[in-house]
């Protein structure tokens, strides 16, 4: 009956086709003629309210606090000075506040793009930063062209085995640093084997500093989570005491490295030296200046634009996608969470034009930070202008705090980041494919192992791994075979030129090869698309069957692949509306025989 | 009605699946047993027939004469001393014999191989040989791996977009030897531009005999095309007059070759040095000895095996792939003539083995040869018995006429490839795909142009672009939309992981973007195949649909596609057998509301 209501559904004039060329091409000209999809704030600024900016203030200076640490950090992951952190961590604020279609999302340095930077630029800042400009170009042109849908070929299985192998190698990473060791190399297998091997010769200062840093953390967060709503009637000092919880949870980053240091501080004025620091950091703003496109080494030597190109090699490929793709995954979160949908190409194009205009204030490579927008998301903002107070925060540490840097025990930073990394690493998600699909544990499996090796490597064998089963999939097609009189084939796919060696391959040796020869009805009610290879090998099995005196029957044919069999000219094809119908037909063939 | 019968019918429970993983481990399981598929010899052997030997042995020795001088052609397509060319062409005679599934096949040189083989080797003997042996290995390692169906992704209009290009490619490419022109690059356009730029200095007397020749040519074939076959009571002397025009006609490259070497060989006695010959070639059986893995050049230095792969780089894949491609095509077509199926699996083996066997007789790499196959079918070979009398040919050209080869002319062997290549031009083709389905023009053209510019990427292009085209049907599938009360949606496709962003995209624009937010039914009548990424985007979409109070159904789910939407226990699932029984369940739903 459902299918009888489709057919009669079908045949109603009021359906349309989406997705059709025109479609696509009206739509991009409307988005032409759409400042507002180009320019978001346009969207929001003119609605602007006081409590708005009130909300907004609160969440930008909350993310600013969250920001300021962990950028610090994470310039240490990419293998870069500390002050490269903050570089990088304000340009974001300001272009997306324009061109963002998501109120919550954060751009800035991250854990994993830190970590994909730093096998690529080898501690150079003047590859990082020339490595935001290319890798900033390639996204706006990516934007420009419309290239977002690529995303789409990264499955979610892909995306959980990256982000929980990164999660643990970046957590792993920072081991050394709570250790206090040094001269461990960057090779996740590598720094496991020296981080054990050297384990004896642990500073105690640092793991002391580092322990006490992640119990706060620890402790602070499971605080904040277990804070209940102020409800409209608790008394004022509930509150308050509250509020001040809220705070405390809220701004743990911040209010742990700033006791730190002062520790720090504190010892090494009384002479002692108990803790590994940042050390010197250059202070004040970057310089405004364009990106470098050749590096002068020590010696004098120029190496020019194309052999760093060279060096950067997959980098200029990895960094942009993988950019992209994190933000992208951070704003569709959110948005599903708070209701709104984001463009994906207005996004690439933000995120392009940010490294674009970060490399010209040394900048390395960002994308959209899962931590601090989920902070930006509790704490209510309610448009991207939250970003610029984030940003204005960053600078004035910038002009005023970086000699205080110096006394950050790398221990604190080192604990900060095993706290932001710690919730990427979901292991239920093994248990959710279990029970829903098994067979996503591979791409996902692939991913996770293989991002051990080298991160980057994980995420394109997994990308393949998926690619794979999906052109599995179309090149063997399941059929269904009933085995009668006649040999009836169903199948449950499209027919593309990949299966059309496997369905005749079928059809030969069960209709052909057994004796006598039997007729074939091949049941195409689910095929919706046929290619001239498919085409060709069916007119080779019309032949075969002709040869041997039976018939190859074909039912259920849509009006789409009839035309092109039709066009075709095949000597002798024969199609019914329905298996009931082939079938009859051939019996009827038969008794006139 | 159809529709119903075909419900009916996969309720019944004599419908089985093809292709399921136990499918395949018993036929790889039986394929071990039986020696018969691993050795097809044992099939034919025991029945062999005096009348067959016959045919056997007119057939080999017809191939035979058209082998010879035509792979000492292809060797000066390939860039190597024109014996190679006969090194190549025996030993697939005999492996083939014992390993081969198809009776017309006959391997040894072929143009295309030629051609991708000068642009990997460079001219030098030791690189072919080494790439004859590596190769070889590869492909029989793909057989014992049974990756015999990566072939499957290549597409008919690659392939002929590919033969097409070569053809030209490598027929132009002899107009220099026509013309008698020397010092011209390999390179396709640098090969148009120079032999047109140096036509002037064209000698006179190779333009003479290669025109005659390809007149020679031209015109037996075409006798021989226009001769009908014998009739029982025809008088002896039309069946004597039509058995020598039959001879003229098969045999004619050797006899033009022959005429032609006659002629030279007078103008060199007579002091005249008209004709570009073939020149000093080595004489005698080449040693049997394992192939050098590593070279020694003339000034004493020791190339490495690794440093020589490296230079191989690509036609490692290259070479094994095309070559196993133009030998499957060429089997498969005969086979589909004459009536035969081959094993893709064991062809690979066969010529496989022919390669690694090959290099030990310093062959260059060997394929299917389409000319030869074709000449070997008209014949009436029975069996591929055939290919050992054409062996034993060319082992008895190599032992006693190498002395003569020095006087064949260059333009003579110009004009057999010419003619040999000018049939693979199929023009008509384009007609076809523009008739039959206009979109596969696409990786038509990609791989013909690509392929002038190296013939390596047209191939690689035009799998590229007809994978792309493949993921594009996959990522987009065209949607059905019906605008009503309630917003219906049918897909034509599955449902895979690359469509999931897509499809929410369309229900959310249609149905909740629009004023008020109506339900929608997704009509997954056609979807055979869920994953966990589509699942993921379903829940979302199904908490976006309850938030705005109205209901998403699903209508036509199969059984195996419920059951991993039932497996993710997503809220608020909703399923009705049909579009119809979901329509009259969200009516009842809104009365009651």
Known sequence: ??????????????????????????????????????LPILGWLPRYSLGWLQMDLIAGMT??????????????????????GLYSAFMG???????????????????????????YIDGDPVYAVLLTFLSGVIQLSMAILQLGFLLDFISFPVIKGFTCAAAITIGFGQVKNILGLQHIPQQFFLQVYYTFHNICQTRV??????????????????????????????????????????????????????????????????GYEVFTVTGKTSQGLPPFSAPPFTETTWNGTVIPFDEITQDLGSGLVVIPLIGLLESIAIAKAFGSQNDYRIDANQELFAIGLTNIMGSFVSAYPVTGSFGRTAVNSQTGVCTPAGGVVTGVIVLLSLAYLMPLFYYIPKAALAAVIICAVAPMVDCSVIIKLWRVKKLDLLPFLVTFLLSFWEVQYGIVGGIAVSGFMLLYNIARPKLKVSDDDVLVVALDNGLNFPASEYISNVLYTEALLVSPPRSAILDCHHVNNIDYTVVNEIRDLLRQFDLRGVCLVFSGLSIAVLEVLLAAELPGLRHMDSVDAALQSLSGNKAFN
Chains 1, 2 share one sequence.
């Open 93 to 119: 604020c300001f272009i997306y506040c324009i061109f963002g279609t998501s109120k919550d999302v954060t751009l800035g340095p991250t854990a994993i793009m830190s970590l994909l930077c730093a096998s």
């Open 63 to 84: 993310v600013g606090l969250t920001a300021v640490p962990q950028v610090l950090a994470y310039a240490e992951v990419a293998g870069l000075p500390v002050q490269y």
């Open 205 to 270: 200062g640092d793991l002391v500093l580092g322990g006490v840093s992640l119990v706060l953390l620890v402790l602070l967060k499971l605080m904040k989570e277990d804070l209940r709503p102020n409800e409209a009637d608790a008394p004022i000092c509930v509150r308050v005491s509250r509020g001040i919880v809220w705070f405390f949870g809220t701004a743990r980053n911040a209010l742990v490295v700033i006791a730190a240091s002062c520790v720090a501080y504190a010892c090494d004025v009384s």
């Open 1 to 38: 009956m459902g299918d009888k209501a489709e057919s009669e559904v079908l045949m109603d004039t009021s359906w349309r086709v989406v997705g059709s060329t025109q479609d696509r091409l009206r739509a991009w000209w409307c988005s032409c003629c759409t400042l507002k999809k180009r």
